[in-house]
């Protein structure tokens, strides 16, 4: 139970695939009391069947990361319902379908804006925002992708958003740390998720991913759930502004 009795907020659950939900799974698993956050209105009768379901009774909230007055809004809820909080979990990020399509160099204003605003900016957004429910300390999480650092088939204009996303994580972990809350990511490998459906040639990524990883296999997203958990537990107290690789070792392969 390295989460019992803390309480976490895990934000982007879209579905029983959503990283989000085997990070929420993992936690209240081991003992977590949870808020899950959906994006709209669409997602809202899924999310709240998943979290009545888990182990404990999660909640869930209407958090949409693209304006400040939804953010806002989004937090009067949580502070209501979780007025200190230990852990949060950030599993979000939008590019427009258009932009995984075609080269790089075609990406256009709006649409590098908008991977950024969604994937990026929103972490250092639910910071501002949650660093006063963590008054002792705590944790925050964000979920990245080796796209960050390397040139991935059709994965575009989030590389450089995900990029961004670990700097931040990086400069919220040193602007946090003397209040006690470490800031780290997760690289995952890929994931057959809704998001990852809008990346083209995604099944193939896998099946390189399965070829040459270290592990030969693709992950599990219970796998990032269960790192997730560590790094949102007292185990991990000594540990932020880190990238922890949850891939299988695909990262430190070669062509
Ligand atoms: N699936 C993979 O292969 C993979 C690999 C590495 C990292 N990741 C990252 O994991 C995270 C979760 O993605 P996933 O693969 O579980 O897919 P997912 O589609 O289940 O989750 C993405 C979430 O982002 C939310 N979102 C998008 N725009 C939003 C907005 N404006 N406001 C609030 N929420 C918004 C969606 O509603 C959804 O819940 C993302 O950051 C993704 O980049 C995924």
């Known amino acids: 139970m390295l989460l019992g009795g803390k309480h976490g907020i895990v934000f982007g659950v879209a579905n029983k695939r959503s990283i989000a939900y085997a ?13 899950l956050t ?11 069947e998943l979290a009545a379901g888990l182990p404990g009774e999660a909640v869930a909230v ?33 590019a427009d379908r258009s932009e995984l399509d075609g080269g790089f160099t075609a990406t256009s204003r709006q649409g590098f804006a908008t991977a950024h605003e969604v994937s990026s900016y929103s972490l250092t957004a639910i ?13 925050l999480l964000t979920m990245s992708y080796l796209g960050s650092e390397r040139v991935l088939p059709h994965y575009n204009v989030m590389g450089p958003a995900k990029a961004s996303l ?26 057959r998720t809704l ?44 540990i932020t502004g880190v990238t922890l690789y949850v891939d299988g070792g695909f990262h430190v392969t070669t062509l």
Do not use: W
């Open 23 to 35: 990070c929420a799974r993992s936690a209240s698993a081991a003992g977590a009391h949870l808020i």
């Open 38 to 48: 959906y994006q709209n209105d669409r997602l809202e009768k899924g999310a709240r």
């Open 62 to 94: 209407r958090c949409d990361v693209s304006t400040d007055a939804a953010l806002d809004d989004a937090f009067a809820a949580i502070g209501e319902q979780m007025p200190l909080v230990d852990f949060a979990i950030h599993s979000i990020a939008y």
């Open 127 to 139: 910071a501002q925002r949650l660093a006063p429910l963590m008054p002792n300390g705590g944790s």
């Open 166 to 191: 670990e700097a931040s994580m990086r400069y919220l972990a040193a602007d946090l740390g003397p209040a006690g809350i470490r800031v780290n990511a997760i690289s995952a490998g890929a994931v």
């Open 195 to 238: 998001a990852a459906s809008g990346i083209g040639d995604f099944s193939k990524m896998l099946d390189i991913t399965k070829e040459r990883s270290p592990l030969r296999r693709n992950i599990e997203a219970a796998e990032v759930g269960d790192a997730a958990v560590f790094l949102c537990s007292d185990m991990a107290r000594g």
